[in-house]
């Protein structure tokens, strides 16, 4: 896979407790990388980081992004080839309760990743992933592209969109001409086994359906590009490899270390109570409408243009969206089923060669 860029490498991974973060680690892992994790403790008990015994199996520091020493120390002691940058306050609702610490992480953080960047003295490609929801969302029939401007209602949104302006000015102003090569990933709304997340809808799903209760919707009508989780985690591999290359003509090299999407194709622009129906295909259940119109604004509308990871890194989603759901609750219930963080480990690397096998059967350029 990936060219067998990643073989013998040593890659930087913040947020590798997180959900996607060790699911990136446990890929990154089968491809003969050395992973350095930088992270708090897990946020949530369980966690997939706990199930699968990824912690014994990396390096990895517990710190607080927020701290910029901790960082720099970090990521300068392990001289890295890759750096992914994954750790943030990852929800809407909290942001609400705590902006301030909110933007602290998301936006500073990012900003002591990028400054740590600043002294590396080594050829480094470097992914700082941030999200589908920095843009402007006009509640409108729009698939957003790169291009399109940035925003964000609440202070989670806002404050992706600030990291976006932040490491488009960092790259401008400090790494120009540098070793390093510093790229931006938008991912849309994703799903996989092990998100143990309040207030996501996939966990909560199986946290009723663990229980025997109906599923609380807040906002059944609301759409979204659903993706599994490891469809932007191939385009992070993927975009690294290709800035990493060192024969990358300026040209192109000044298109890639730019800003990425990386969601679904438009059939899994789904609703949630589609995405709910779809989740009781393989866990039966029931569910209840619980729109509150006093709640905290939540975006009702969100589509995602890909057309420019497609022309520039001919990058595509590999599974479809019943692929997706069917993969994320067949995880969720094989652990359940036999719990342990052998079988959850093991059943985490399955799903990933299942993935790699179908991109290699779709021609998928990185699958080689």
Known sequence: MFGHAFKGKTVW?????????????EW???????????????????SVFAQTGLGARIVWDEADLRDAGAVRRSLLATNPDFVFHLAAQP???????????????NVMGTIHVLEALRVLDRPCAAVLVTTDKCYENREREHSYGEEDSLGGHDPYSSSKAACEIAIASWRRSFFQPHPVRIASARAGNVIGGGDWAVDRIVPDCVRALQRGEPIGLRHPAATRPWQHVLEPLSGYLWLAVVLAQPDLRPGLAAQIATAFNFGPGPEANRTVAELVAEVFRTWSGSWVDQSDPQAVHEARLLQLNTAKAKALLDWSPVWSFPEAVRETMTWYRAHSAVPGAGSAHGFTCR???????????????WAN
Do not use: N
């Not at 991974?13 to 680690?25: I, P």
């Not at 992270?39 to 008990?45: I, M």
């Open 91 to 105: 929800l809407v609702r909290l942001s609400y309760e705590q902006p301030v610490e909110t933007y602290a992480t």
């Open 13 to 25: 991974l913040s947020g590798v407790t997180g959900f996607k973060g060790t699911w990136l680690a």
């Open 28 to 46: 990154l892992l089968t491809l003969g990388a050395k992973v350095h994790g930088f992270a708090l403790a897990p946020a949530t008990a369980p």
């Open 351 to 365: 799903q990933i060669e299942s993935y790699c096998a179908r991109a290699v059967a779709l021609r998928a350029p």
